[in-house]
T-cell receptor, first 115, second 114 residues
Framework: KAGVTQTPRYLIKTRGQQVTLSCSPI?????VSWYQQTPGQGLQFLFE???????NKGNFPGRFSGRQFSNSRSEMNVSTLELGDSALYLC??????????????FGSGTQLSVL | AQSVTQLDSHVSVSEGTPVLLRCNYS??????LFWYVQHPNKGLQLLLK??????LVKGINGFEAEFKKSETSFHLTKPSAHMSDAAEYFC????????????FGAGTRLFVKA
């Protein structure tokens, strides 16, 4: 079974641009969650989607948004990029049932550098 | 809101000696707790999870954790460290328990000396 796939693996953007990152979950998984990892702030929860609906979100500005498609693939978008958005963006998938005492399967991440 | 605090940012042990990585949680409910490991240039992997069925939880690679409600702790241990255990370890809680928001601790970097 293929794992969680994130594309692209690396991305370089300049301030003010926008970026879209993609995540394909493990086949059959309906929940996709996104995280930002930086040396200073650690791993922070961005949002979680299940069956195309956002069920929860973290404390990030509205420049960070996401969506999920009917095939469970998810995208996250960051508009008006700032230098501080440079980070490793990780996505994870799970079957998504409630309660979610379930194992999260993580992708390798997209390393975003904002210049 | 739930939260976790990892008490050590770095831990260094010699190969063959015990490992102790400390985690305290804050929860108004019976928490959902996990430990994940991140090896350099590799994705995050679940080590173990607390499901309330047992206070001592056994995970992969010889790791285990004990849930202590009186101390609000969920420390990760391993009797004998191996060089391959060198990685970053994260204590994680679901907010609310069984909910859809995942809160990661700041992480503990484990160094293993030969």
């Amino acid at each position: 079974k293929a794992g969680v796939t994130q594309t692209p693996r690396y991305l370089i953007k300049t301030r003010g641009q926008q970026v879209t990152l993609s995540c394909s979950p493990i086949s059959g998984h309906r929940s996709v969650s996104w995280y930002q990892q930086t040396p200073g702030q650690g791993l922070q929860f961005l949002f979680e989607y299940f069956s195309e609906t956002q069920r929860n979100k973290g404390n990030f500005p509205g420049r960070f948004s996401g969506r999920q498609f009917s095939n469970s693939r998810s995208e996250m978008n960051v508009s008006t990029l700032e230098l501080g958005d440079s980070a490793l963006y990780l996505c994870a998938s799970s079957s998504g049932g409630y309660p979610t005492n379930e194992k999260l399967f993580f992708g390798s991440g997209t390393q975003l550098s904002v210049l | 809101a739930q939260s976790v605090t990892q008490l050590d940012s770095h831990v260094s042990v010699s190969e063959g000696t015990p490992v102790l990585l400390r985690c305290n949680y804050s929860s108004s409910y019976s928490p959902s707790l996990f430990w994940y490991v991140q090896h350099p240039n590799k994705g995050l992997q679940l080590l173990l999870k607390y499901t309330s069925a047992a206070t001592l939880v056994k995970g992969i690679n010889g790791f285990e954790a004990e849930f202590k409600k009186s101390e609000t702790s969920f420390h990760l241990t391993k009797p004998s460290a191996h060089m391959s255990d060198a990685a970053e370890y994260f204590c994680v809680v679901s907010d609310p328990p069984g909910g859809f928001k995942t809160i990661f601790g700041a992480g503990t970097r484990l160094f293993v000396k030969a």
